[in-house]
């Protein structure tokens, strides 16, 4: 059964950089051909999916997030992360890492993290 959870503040200043990490169980985020996305839900809002990192280590991004969004990994901890740079009140969301089918969909989830960007 693979498990994320997913980790990082709470609150975080506008303009500033919010960090947040994923931390997979019972899977490798190596294992060909899944990829590991991120994902957030403005309150009142749809779920967006922001990035991911595949597999092979490629990664990907939402074209309107793209210019201030990071996905990375470090494979010896079996841990990926997002960065979000110059922050907004409106991206304040919850947050979630999630896996990737290789041909489509996502099986498994982390619960969810909430992040409020406010002064």
């Known amino acids: 059964q693979v498990q994320l959870q997913e980790s990082g503040p709470g609150l975080v200043k506008p303009s500033q950089t919010l960090s947040l990490t994923c931390t997979v169980s019972g899977g490798s985020i190596t294992t060909n051909y899944y990829h590991w996305s991120w994902i957030r839900q403005p309150p009142g809002k749809g779920l967006e999916w922001m990035g991911a990192i595949a597999y092979d280590g490629n990664t990907y991004y939402s074209p309107s997030l793209k210019s201030h969004t990071s996905v990375s990994r470090d494979t010896s901890k079996n841990q990926f992360s997002l960065q979000l740079s110059s922050v907004t009140p409106e991206d304040t969301a919850v947050y979630y890492c999630?896996?990737?089918?290789?041909?489509?969909?996502?099986?498994?989830w982390g619960q969810g993290t909430q992040v409020t960007v406010s002064s």
């Open positions: 999630a896996r990737g089918r290789p041909l489509g969909g996502y099986d498994y």
